[in-house]
T-cell receptor, first 116, second 111 residues
Framework: GAVVSQHPSRVICKSGTSVKIECRSL??????MFWYRQFPKQSLMLMAT?????????EQGVEKDKFLINHASLTLSTLTVTSAHPEDSSFYIC????????????FGDGTRLSIL | GENVEQHPSTLSVQEGDSAVIKCTYS??????FPWYKQELGKRPQLIID?????GEKKDQRIAVTLNKTAKHFSLHITETQPEDSAVYFC??????????FGRGTSLIVHP
């Protein structure tokens, strides 16, 4: 149980392209989803917290207009990197929590984004 | 907000030895402490967790201890095997319900 599916696993595209990443909870309802960015050999950097039906809460330094998050249902959250540039190249991972409070997070497989 | 410190950043052991990774946290309201294992290019996977109402939890070769007074918790891996090689992250959750991760420990188990 507690499976989180993230797509696509890898994206290579030209600078200026917008890229959408999907995160789905397959067998549970995700009240909260988190979006992380991870650089090589570094920890998970929280970008934003997404709650179903409400606006995402972004961490300091993360541009809301650059990284659009939509959490339209209890099983789906999307991250759109708008007008991506080479510096946006990174590993993006989502996670989902099934309840409020001290619940374990379940991670997606991540998306390797490469902007040429 | 919460601040989680994790040490060491790199840990190299021989197969069969024990490995210990330590984390400290700052928010006394934190009450849930999960540990994740991340292999290269893969997702972090929950390996064990502990809540503030217990001091120790064990699952086969893996154990976690929690000292709420000192605000630190540790991961213990006994009889290490090469497949234990990975990056391990500790995390703490409290009143905000937003997890704060440590910087990670790269564990290398030499055959």
């Amino acid at each position: 149980g507690a499976v989180v599916s993230q797509h696509p696993s890898r994206v290579i595209c030209k600078s200026g392209t917008s890229v959408k990443i999907e995160c789905r909870s397959l067998d549970f309802q995700a009240t909260t989803m988190f979006w992380y960015r991870q650089f090589p050999k570094q920890s998970l950097m929280l970008m934003a917290t997404s709650n179903e039906g409400s606006k995402a809460t972004y961490e300091q330094g993360v541009e809301k207009d650059k990284f659009l998050i939509n959490h339209a249902s209890l099983t789906l959250s999307t991250l759109t990197v708008t007008s991506a540039h080479p510096e946006d190249s990174s590993f993006y991972i989502c996670s989902a929590s099934g309840g409020v409070g001290d619940q374990p997070q379940h991670f997606g497989d991540g998306t390797r984004l490469s902007i040429l | 907000g919460e601040n989680v410190e994790q040490h060491p950043s790199t840990l190299s052991v021989q197969e069969g030895d024990s490995a210990v990774i330590k984390c400290t946290y700052s928010d006394s309201a934190s009450n849930y402490f999960p540990w994740y294992k991340q292999e290269l290019g893969k997702r972090p996977q929950l390996i064990i967790d502990i809540r503030s109402n217990v001091g120790e939890k064990k699952d086969q070769r893996i154990a976690v201890t929690l000292n709420k007074t000192a605000k630190h918790f540790s991961l213990h891996i006994t009889e290490t095997q090469p497949e234990d090689s990975a990056v391990y992250f500790c995390a703490a959750l409290g009143g905000s319900y937003i997890p704060t991760f440590g910087r990670g420990t790269s564990l290398i188990v030499h055959p």
